[in-house]
């Protein structure tokens, strides 16, 4: 049985900074957030370590964020296909793959995921700055309390979405479809994956 | 000045707390501190009172073209004299504010704060840090609409005017009220302090100060220390706030974005792990190409057509 390289060693390193540090990154945020979730800040060393270490993750987490965007970029391309796989989403979900146009490399779901947390990032990052640094950085700021009660507004609105988003991203990635963990940690699938849930672009890995 | 009762730290309200306050007591009094800067004579004794007492570093300075002693508060200096000079219908006129934490009854700095029992509000009135639970996120300077708490590089905490809790508490004045050698600050319950106010207020009237009146600004629900304000139409020139809040709006809307955020992650949980039970792993089948699916055969071919 022949196996398909998925995802580069590079890919790999790439992704599971920006998913670990995302997860350091939600949990310490839920913390600050909810009074009865701060004890999670006990598991980062203490609040004020928790809240030292938060943005400093946060940059490396927008780091690999941003070379995930210029690995992949051109791979998410939305194309006229991703419309009606759209339209099929709900089809997908429930497993009537009969109705779902076959998925090249990424299906749109995919693909609208990483465009929205490319999104989220940006607008996350850009509001948590004047947190991090509320006396001013760069020489912009300092930030007083109508912008930074906005930004915390912003901050947490980006969380609930990415937090949402990554819910659906784990569960897909893991135990909904056997095998595709396997892709992202030691890059290889099988062909009865590929031609399950990327057909075509595991017509395109036949033709070379 | 009339013995005071002593005041016990009976806890009015904490930080990011979601349970109740703890306090079964009885509310006993507040407290306030009048400042009545017609006044204030400028010794600055106050501030040298306010640094023995507290036990705070002092900070050397120079003079910057001002009486005044320093150019900012920090997290050593709780107490500053600022002196600002305008000229008021012609007249030189010498405004002075007595820059320290007004201990709001809605203290905006504890409302922003998310580390549990780092600020705490008395019964009392007094809005206190506790350094020991302060994460250092400086989010009570954002709240506070009086920019007043200053943090410190050095250990990463804020700090602010603690009204000498440790004093109030057994009876005393604020180490600021006691040193003060004209009476321009008094101490005593809310109630007494706005009585005393209001006959001030009628005094400066009278010697013609027609704008004189009392600062204990509604928007943070009053202040635990007052001013006696000379001109009342220059707030703005006393750097006072007009109308300070602690932005129960934004606040409100952060609160019921948290609720939503939980519920929206809650339910994401709750709905993969109900698809699951419903539908299960969809394994791939590795043994058929042809029979099993003909679709991704024939997919990409209807596509490019």
């Known amino acids: ?208 | 000045m009339p013995q005071l009762p002593g005041s016990s730290l009976a806890v009015k309200r904490i930080s990011a707390s979601p349970d109740p306050a703890p306090s079964i007591r009885t509310a006993g009094p507040e407290f306030a501190k009048l400042i009545d800067i017609s006044r204030c004579i400028g010794c600055k004794g106050c501030e040298v009172a306010c640094k023995e007492w507290n036990e705070l570093k002092v900070e050397p300075t120079r003079n910057f073209g001002s009486f005044q002693s320093h150019q900012d508060l920090s997290a050593d200096t709780w107490l500053l004299m600022r002196f600002t000079e305008i000229e008021v219908d012609g007249d030189l006129q010498w405004l002075i504010k007595k820059d320290a934490c007004m201990h709001c009854e809605e203290p905006g700095c504890l409302y922003a704060c998310p580390a549990p029992g780092a600020i705490v509000q008395y019964e009392n009135g007094i809005v206190d840090f506790n350094p020991d639970k302060c994460i250092g996120c400086q989010l009570c300077i954002s709240g506070c609409p009086f920019d007043v708490p200053r943090f410190s590089a050095e250990t990463h905490k804020v700090y602010k005017c603690n009204m000498c809790v440790d004093r109030v508490e057994v009876g005393l004045e604020p180490a600021c009220v006691k040193t003060c050698p004209t009476n321009a600050i008094t101490w005593g319950t809310k109630d007494d302090m706005v009585a005393l106010a209001e006959q001030k207020v009628d005094r400066l009237k009278d010697r013609g100060f027609e704008h004189a009146t009392l600062y204990d600004p509604s928007g943070v629900g009053g202040t635990h220390m007052m001013y006696v304000v000379p001109h009342g139409d220059r707030l703005v020139d006393y750097d006072l706030p007009e109308d300070p809040t602690a932005a129960p709006g934004a606040l409100a809307a952060l609160a019921g974005l948290k609720q939503l955020g939980m519920g929206v992650m809650g339910l994401g949980l709750l709905g993969t792990a109900l698809h699951y039970l419903k539908y299960g792993p969809e394994v791939a089948d590795e043994e058929a190409s042809d029979p099993a699916s003909p679709e991704p055969g024939s997919g990409p071919d209807a596509e490019n057509t």
Do not use: C
């Not at chain 1, 600050?32 to 979730?37: D, Q």
């Not at chain 1, 090249?104 to 693909?111: L, R």
């Not at chain 1, 988003?165 to 963990?181: D, F, Q």
């Open chain 1, 1 to 208: 049985m022949s196996r398909l390289e998925r995802f580069t060693y590079f890919e790999r390193v790439v992704h599971w900074t920006l998913g670990l540090s995302f997860l350091y990154l939600l949990m310490t945020g839920l913390a600050f957030s909810h009074p009865r979730l701060f004890w999670i800040t006990v598991l980062s060393g203490g609040g004020q370590t928790a809240r030292f270490l938060h943005p400093w993750i946060g940059m490396l987490f927008s780091v690999s964020l941003g070379s995930m965007f210029f690995i992949w970029a051109k791979d998410m391309r939305l194309e006229s296909n991703d419309r009606q796989w759209l339209m099929a989403v709900r089809a997908y979900a429930t497993r009537q793959k009969d109705g779902v146009p076959p998925a090249g490399k990424y299906n749109a779901g995919q693909k609208l995921f990483f465009w929205a947390m490319t999104v989220l990032g940006v607008v996350h990052l850009a509001s948590g700055i004047p947190l991090w640094m509320p006396a001013g950085v760069l020489g912009i700021g300092p930030f007083y309390g109508g912008t930074v009660n906005t930004m915390r507004l912003l901050h947490y609105a980006t969380t609930l979405g990415g937090g949402g988003l990554l819910i659906v991203h784990v569960y897909l990635g893991t135990v909904a479809y056997p095998g595709t963990l396997g892709a992202m940690l030691h890059g290889r699938v099988s062909r009865g994956w590929a031609r399950l849930h990327h057909p075509r672009w595991e017509k395109e890995q036949a033709g070379d």
